[in-house]
RNA sequence: UAAGCAGACCAAUCUUAUCGUUCUGAACUAGAUUCGGAAAGGAAAGUCUGGACACCAAAGAGUAGUAUAGCGGAUAACACCCGUCCAACGUGAGUUGAGGACCAGUGCAACAGAAAGAAUGUACAGUUAGGCUGUAGUGAAACCAGGUAAACUCUAUACGGUGCAAUGUCAAGUAAACUAGAGUUUGAGAGCUACUCGCUCGAUUCUAAAGGGUAGGCAGAUAGAUUCUAAGAGUAAUUUUAGAACUAGAUAAAUGAUAAGAGUCCGAUGUCAUGUCGGAAACAGGAUCCGGCUUACUGGUCUGCUUUUUUU
RNA sequence: GGGGCAUUAGUUCAGUUGGCUAGAACGUUACGCUGGCAGCGUAAAGGUCAUCGGUUCGAAUCCGAUAUGCUCCA
């Protein structure tokens, strides 16, 4: 397993994500926020993922930049958690949703929650949907 | 020494280790590979301006409109810049200035005042009288062929319009659905423009309502009015010649995280001196590219000058 | 990346070539009519005209800059 991020690992098509926000569902660890969507993708990689922050809480494109940074960084060092667990193709974006800029080290403990509650998540799901 | 004015420049942290991003060169075992190279600013910002570049079927003419406004220079061009005159402010170094024209025309002027435009009054003084002259009083303005043009306007000069979401190209996909109203070879309508003329195309077109498909790749797009150095021209802005350099090209959008050390600044404390401890590091992130303006903002260095006081 | 608009009382808006004390409706507060409520009437409060400069004797109004909000584009 490497800790890369690269092009292929990264959510980059404009309809994918118009089809995520119609059709896709949620889980929420604060300050993140999770729309996740089962479907095919044209990448290697057993999922793609994407981070967004919101204009109206940040203003500048420097303090954007920055928190975009660190939520890379953290899922970069997580994503084990996710790639370990699932068996189907995932798509998925991670907003931010606090008004304030978060440390680090208090960021990736979130980061590593949000992850273990969406396995959680579709694996119940995967469950019910067998019985 | 203190306070201040003007200008120029430097840094916007660095090193090492581990993991990682974008572009790119090479290697081979040919891809979830390995080894190298490059990777944000003085404002990249606001979009206030001037261009380059692209399209609009000659990109034509006129009107309208907009901008600029002492004089001269400089530039690809400009509202910027340089020099200079004048005005206002400042003790001064200096700063600021939309700084043409109310002897072309029209309009406007609250309150006060006799009177605010073709108006001539009151009191006092001068003079023999008529009248004329001066002073007073109101007001921002009545020192008269008055004031006001960031009032219309006039004069001079400049400007065709739209903007890289321009534009070209490749791929994929679809439907000229239907309904209602209006017009049309006696020329409807279209050609991105405020209007007119001219020019070009021209047989089905327009409006309302309601629906279907795409929203991806590549080019444009990074070597240029480029940067640096030297010598000359010019008071200067700027420019000529020679030499050297290659300096981001992303597209849900690339520079980050952790640890250690070094350096800068501030505060406290101590010493003859080196220190010790604690804290801080602003504004802010390319998106076709350049010139300027405006706004935001941390620390420091240097140069020239002014004023006042003290000392030598 | 590039265009276009707006900002006046708590809210929705007027404000006409720059001039007298910036108005209206709704809302708020007080008082009155009622035994009380609703309703009606009377009165009052509430504005640095988004912010900062300039032109002018005088600016909500004219000009410039800044801030905030809305909106359009292939």
């Given at each position: 397993?490497?800790?890369?991020?690269g092009?292929q690992e990264?959510?980059k098509?404009?309809?994918?994500?118009?089809?995520?926000?119609?059709?896709?569902?949620?889980?929420?660890v604060?300050?993140?926020?999770?729309?996740?969507?089962?479907t095919?993708?044209?990448?290697?990689?057993?999922?793609?993922a994407?981070?967004?922050?919101?204009?109206r809480?940040?203003?500048?494109?420097?303090?954007?930049?920055?928190?975009?940074?660190?939520?890379?960084?953290?899922?970069?060092?997580?994503?084990?958690?996710?790639y370990?667990?699932?068996?189907k193709?995932?798509?998925?974006?991670?907003?931010?949703?606090?008004?304030?800029?978060?440390?680090?080290a208090?960021?990736?403990?979130?980061?590593?929650?949000?992850?273990?509650v969406?396995?959680?998540?579709?694996?119940?799901?995967?469950?019910?949907?067998?019985?």
């Amino acid at each position: 397993m490497k800790f890369t991020l690269g092009k292929q690992e990264r959510l980059k098509s404009r309809k994918l994500i118009k089809r995520l926000y119609e059709e896709g569902e949620s889980v929420k660890v604060f300050p993140l926020k999770m729309m996740y969507l089962q479907t095919k993708h044209d990448s290697n990689y057993p999922s793609r993922a994407g981070v967004s922050v919101p204009k109206r809480n940040f203003k500048l494109a420097v303090d954007r930049n920055k928190i975009k940074r660190l939520m890379r960084e953290t899922y970069r060092k997580n994503k084990y958690i996710v790639y370990d667990a699932i068996d189907k193709p995932y798509v998925y974006m991670i907003s931010y949703l606090a008004k304030d800029e978060w440390e680090y080290a208090s960021l990736e403990k979130k980061m590593i929650k949000l992850l273990q509650v969406f396995v959680d998540e579709i694996k119940t799901n995967q469950h019910e949907k067998t019985i």
